[in-house]
């Protein structure tokens, strides 16, 4: 294998770079280094397996390691890629004995990233859980069974399970107080996944709403979903520190000084990108601190590309770099850069930044840019309305309110973004607006779109064109 293309990770971006390349190129060599034993799984599938709706790890799965040999494509699991040197082309890698060197002829860094939780002081001890991959999931879904129900083998995932943690914490009896800290994407899921097994929730978040890039209505809808379903929740409060006499958590601490006596917590601050081994190599970091790539997934190296949660993209709106650490972006890059790679160029593609979230009952969607201070800096002067109307014919039975907020230039019309919630098919319906932005429709061009209309499914008038009519008539 003089010339092989070299995948680092084989998650998302990773396996579908190395599939996507040998279905172009089916005699190209594919060799892909996994630090790990989990390979193409879901991340946002954890919460649904901690909760129990999704029965065991190995339906997280997207593909198996038999599955990736049938594709031809060499899987090295357990095999951590620790140097780069852009030189030589080689990669260096550390499988337990001495580390050896691969040569590569192009190569993919697809390393993700990884939960934050070092601005927290005590986050290191016993019974402090982050959720970012499936051995965390596993060991959370542990710690809630009662010992007299659990057995390791019925969380499934075969040989890649870390069943000594999880057998530790199955050991355990379950928790009745947990803290959220954060009160994004994982601590606004994962309080109803702890609600199920009848734990006492106490949801964390420093600013005064829950999902904070979903704006003000989505967070204020949220809030009162949290509520209904006897959440405890703790807006406007910071953690400082989590507290533990004996190497386990017993208390988090915030900064007003209140103390809350717990049994477990969840740390949801947020992510950071993988991209250590572009240290002391001529690769390119973006201002957010992930890997800077073009339009084709290259970095500042020739035949070095990254993508996933590693990997800036073009912003679909403002056309600058960002940071958008989610499955379908990470995903298609990777199957672009395969694409590539295997001799036939095709582009990444923008993000919109478009999200779902779904709390307990009510289903949130988010896309563009919704803050007007980020819009004003990228140039353009925001103004947004809200609305709120039926997500069927009134007549017809399950309708229920749907809450839609659009944001557009003014003096353009030009889309920027929008959010949306509630409780009857709400969130899809973002995809109606990362596809207007996607198109660089105007606000007027988005009200005068035929979406389709039957009683069951929607008003004559969808929510967003509803809120479309609205914010357009507001422009000058």
């Known amino acids: 294998m003089a010339d092989p293309f070299?995948?680092?990770?084989?998650?998302?971006?990773?396996?579908?770079?190395?599939?996507?390349?040998?279905?172009?190129?089916?005699?190209?060599?594919?060799?892909?280094?996994?630090?790990?034993?989990?390979?193409?799984?879901?991340?946002?599938?954890?919460?649904?397996?901690?909760?129990?709706?999704?029965?065991?790890?190995?339906?997280?799965?997207?593909?198996?390691?038999?599955?990736?040999?049938?594709?031809?494509?060499?899987l090295r699991r357990g095999h951590e890629v620790v140097e780069v040197d852009t030189e030589s082309r080689t990669v260096t890698v550390r499988a337990g004995g001495e580390p050896f060197e691969q040569p590569y002829g192009d190569l993919i860094i697809a390393t993700g990233a990884r939960a934050v939780d070092d601005p927290i002081e005590g986050s290191s001890l016993d019974r402090v859980f982050t959720l970012h991959g499936l051995d965390d999931a596993a060991a959370i879904r542990a710690y809630l069974t009662p010992p007299d129900e659990f057995a390791v083998a019925d969380l499934g995932g075969d040989d890649a399970v870390a069943t000594d943690v999880a057998e530790r914490y199955g050991a355990m009896t379950p928790p009745e107080t947990v803290a959220i800290v954060g009160a994004g994407y994982v601590g606004v899921e994962m309080a109803e996944a702890f609600d199920a097994w009848d734990v006492d929730v106490h949801l964390f978040q420093r600013s005064a709403r829950p999902v904070p890039g979903f704006g003000d209505a989505v967070g204020d809808a949220v809030i009162e979903v949290l509520r209904d379903a006897d959440v405890t929740t703790h807006f406007g409060e910071e953690v400082v520190r989590l507290r533990g006499d004996g190497g386990t958590v017993d208390a988090v601490v915030c900064d007003t000084g209140s103390e809350l006596d717990v049994d477990a917590a969840l740390v949801g601050i947020g992510i950071r990108p993988n991209a250590e081994l572009a240290a002391d190599t001529p690769i390119n970091l973006g201002a957010s601190g992930a890997v800077a790539t073009d339009a084709y997934g290259r970095t500042s190296v020739g035949d070095v590309y990254a993508a996933g949660d590693v990997a800036e993209m073009p912003h679909t709106v403002t056309g600058e770099a960002t940071w958008d650490p989610l499955g379908l972006p990470a995903n298609r890059a990777g199957r672009a850069i395969g694409a590539t790679v295997g001799g036939k160029p095709t582009p990444v593609g923008s993000v919109a930044e478009t999200a779902m979230v779904k709390a307990f009952d009510l289903e949130c969607g988010r896309t563009g840019i919704l803050d007007h201070q980020r819009a004003r800096e990228a140039g353009f002067d925001p103004v947004a309305k809200t609305i709120t109307a039926g997500s069927r014919s009134g007549y017809y039975p399950g309708a229920a309110e749907t809450t839609v907020t659009l944001v557009a230039d003014r003096d353009t019309g030009q889309l920027l973004g929008g959010s949306i919630a509630g409780t009857d098919r709400a969130a899809v319906r973002i995809d109606t607006v990362a596809t207007a932005l996607g198109g660089e429709l105007t606000v007027g061009e988005l009200e005068r779109q035929d979406l389709g209309y039957a009683p069951p499914f929607s008003p004559v008038w969808d929510p967003v064109l509803v809120a479309a009519k609205v914010l357009n008539g507001s422009l000058p």
Do not use: M
């Open 6 to 74: 070299v995948v680092v990770g084989g998650d998302a971006a990773g396996l579908s770079a190395a599939s996507k390349c040998r279905r172009t190129d089916p005699d190209r060599d594919v060799v892909v280094f996994e630090k790990g034993q989990w390979i193409s799984y879901a991340h946002c599938g954890t919460p649904y397996f901690v909760k129990g709706e999704v029965e065991h790890l190995e339906n997280l799965l997207s593909l198996s390691p038999a599955a990736v040999a049938e594709r031809g494509i060499d």
